[in-house]
């Protein structure tokens, strides 16, 4: 993952550098780094840990003067998270400074090739190959240097790189890794992300893979593999810094659960146009749509849940058996599909690295894609058929919220959508469920506003071994994702089950006191989870437990009830998974964890 920044202007750079990265560090945060060039010499500097520690280092950008530089945040993957191998690194001569994002493949035996012609190796990075190349194609030429390197590298990267001898030009190169250009007045930026770049310009250029582009102050010259120039669309963002920070709230994780009901009408409400969805950006005819005899839902992580969740709302609309797949797994299990494979793939970055790999298998088997994005632009947008939006806004805690529910959303339209063309709903239903998913993002405000009592629950539920979530239905969908947030951002232990299934084995592991969140949100089934909450309690268990409102029985039968408004009871998730996002929010934050930054994680996974 890792995030990486460039900037050359006539401001000092270290403090946009520093800037940069602290948006990007929810990309990585084991160490961090800048160099800046100032005449012929490049400054270097970093550390192991945050940008804290290099913002502490550098005195805040003043030891590391100049006017252009690159900087690195890091998630390790080759060699451990300390000095040695925090970017940016240089080459054995000094004159070189790269900084990456991505893996190198072909890192070893590169290695032994520069080993042998005398170059020697600091760290234990991948990264150090690229810039030792670098030194060794340069005979004066940068641009020729960059391409050399370039066309010895294979797997997925985005390298920015510093050169003594070229004070005041960066290059940016992007192979399979995200990487934008900033357009702006007399100085200019590269990052692996907007959100580093909208606070000097909102004017961008989405480089392709096998693009890299030549940077200084007076402009950009993007080139193909070939070295030849070419004309890039200028892009104007339309997020802005504000989106990016904390406006006012202690972690980005609790200022992204409270835009959720923003997020969710800002997705759904330019897509309803008197009375009918319409899906501009997804126009598939109903002959089109009828020819699919199953969809497939592929992602990572909470994606996955999201398209799991959303999966019973489609099968039931469209009555068209919908599969879901890990996006890890599908890319290398043979799948079969063909032509008549609607693949739906869900990604808030755009740039997971197996779900667009997993794409391309896809799409090589003859299935149309529909993506599912939060990122304007970003890699798996531009694989897809069709896209649909998520107006989540940039999203920076780790863990996601709004990512979730507004992909949610998207599924829950594209099930009515869908189901319409297929001709498989009255009329009066449509409007029926139309009128449900408009009231959706005020359903979900409503949720946020009962949930007053979650950091006292929290503060009992304290520091448990374990937690076990159960549901039916949507309801165990749900479950799934909550046990997900748990322990990504607490470390405790969470598991999911279906209510169901509990007895075949799991409730082996219920004791006296045994923490478990049950959901019995989903309306037609209240009587059998409520069986099943009565079956915990017998163990002896805690049960925290989410019904509808007007449900009195879950009071009787749980220790504490948050209810949550009764909607449609397949599009119950997007209410439910409220609180149990905001609970592992406040267990984390009763513990003193990292929110925003759980240990071992990162934001964009963009390494297999
Ligand atoms: C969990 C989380 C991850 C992501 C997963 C996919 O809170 O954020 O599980 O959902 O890594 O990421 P995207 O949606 O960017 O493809």
């Excluded at 520690?53 to 993957?77: F, M, Q, S, V, Y």
């Excluded at 001569?93 to 893996?103: E, M, Y």
């Excluded at 810094?241 to 202690?250: N, S, T």
């Excluded at 755009?350 to 970003?378: L, P, Q």
């Amino acid at each position: 993952m890792c995030g990486i920044v460039g900037f050359s202007g006539e401001q000092q750079a270290a403090p946009v550098l520093l800037d940069g990265l602290k948006k990007l560090e929810y990309r990585g945060y084991d160490s961090a780094g800048i160099a800046v060039s100032s005449g012929s010499t490049i400054n270097l500097m970093k550390t192991q840990g945050k940008i804290v520690n290099l913002c502490e280092k550098t005195k805040d950008g003043a030891l590391t003067p100049g006017t252009a530089g690159i900087g690195h945040t890091r998630w390790a993957t080759h060699g451990a998270p300390n000095d040695t191998n925090a970017h940016p690194h240089l080459s054995n001569d000094g004159r070189f400074a790269v900084v990456h994002n991505g893996i190198v493949e072909n890192y070893a035996e590169l290695r032994e090739e520069l080993k042998s012609k005398g170059y020697v190796f600091l760290s234990e990075t991948d990264t150090e190959v690229i810039v030792n190349l670098l030194e060794y194609y340069y005979k004066g030429d940068l641009k020729q240097a960059v391409m050399k390197t370039f066309n010895r590298l294979e797997g997925a990267y985005a390298l920015g790189v510093l050169c003594s001898d070229c004070p005041g030009k960066l290059y940016a190169v992007k192979e399979a890794s995200p990487l934008i250009l900033g357009i702006g007045v007399g100085e200019n930026l590269f990052a692996s992300d907007v959100t580093a770049i909208v606070s000097y310009t909102k004017n961008v250029i989405y480089l392709e893979d096998g693009e890299f582009a030549e940077i200084t102050p007076a402009g950009v010259t993007v080139f193909d593999v070939a070295g030849r120039p070419i004309d890039k669309k200028i892009t104007r963002v339309s997020w802005d810094i504000e989106a990016a920070e904390k406006g006012g709230y202690e972690h980005f994780m609790l200022k992204e659960i409270m835009e959720q009901p923003h997020a969710l009408k800002a997705t759904l409400e330019p897509r309803i146009k008197d009375g009918r969805i319409v899906l501009d950006d997804c126009d598939i005819s109903p002959e089109k749509m009828k020819s699919f005899n199953k969809i497939l839902i592929t992602a990572c992580g909470s994606a996955y849940y999201a398209g799991y969740a959303a999966k019973y709302a489609i099968e039931k609309l469209c009555r068209i058996p919908v599969y879901t797949e890990l996006a890890s797994e599908l890319r290398y299990c043979d799948p079969i599909m063909d032509e008549h494979t609607l693949l739906i793939v869900l990604s808030q970055s755009g740039e997971t690295a197996d779900t667009k790999a997993a794409v391309e298998e896809c799409k090589k088997r003859g299935a149309t894609v529909i993506a599912i994005v939060n990122v304007v632009g970003s890699s798996i947008a531009r694989l897809a058929d069709h896209v649909l939006y998520t107006w989540a806004g940039p999203e920076i805690a780790v863990a996601t919220t709004k990512g979730y529910t507004t992909q949610l959303i998207v599924l829950y339209l594209f099930a009515l959508y869908a189901a319409d063309k297929l001709g498989r709903l009255e009329a009066v239903e449509y409007s029926r469920l139309l009128k449900e998913l408009e009231l959706l993002p005020g359903a979900v405000q409503r949720t946020l506003d009962r949930c007053r009592e979650l950091p006292e629950i929290a503060k009992a539920i304290g520091n448990p071994r374990d937690m076990f979530f159960i549901g039916r239905n949507v309801d165990s969908a749900v479950c799934l994702e909550g046990a997900l947030k748990m322990k990504e951002i607490s470390y405790i232990h969470a598991e999911a089950y279906g209510a169901g299934e509990l007895k075949h084995g799991p409730i082996a592991l219920l004791e006296e006191g045994t923490q478990v969140v049950a959901l019995a949100c989903y309306e037609p089934l209240l009587d059998k989870t409520m069986s099943n909450i009565k079956e915990v309690k017998a163990r002896g268990a805690e049960v925290l437990a989410l019904a509808p409102e007007g449900n009195r029985r879950a009071a009787a039968e749980a220790d504490e009830v948050i209810y949550i408004p009764s909607t449609e009871p397949l599009f119950a998730p997007l209410c439910s998974i409220i609180p149990l996002q905001l609970l592992s929010y406040y267990v984390a934050k009763e513990l003193g964890c990292d929110i925003d930054k759980p240990k071992n994680l990162a934001k964009s996974v963009t390494v297999e």
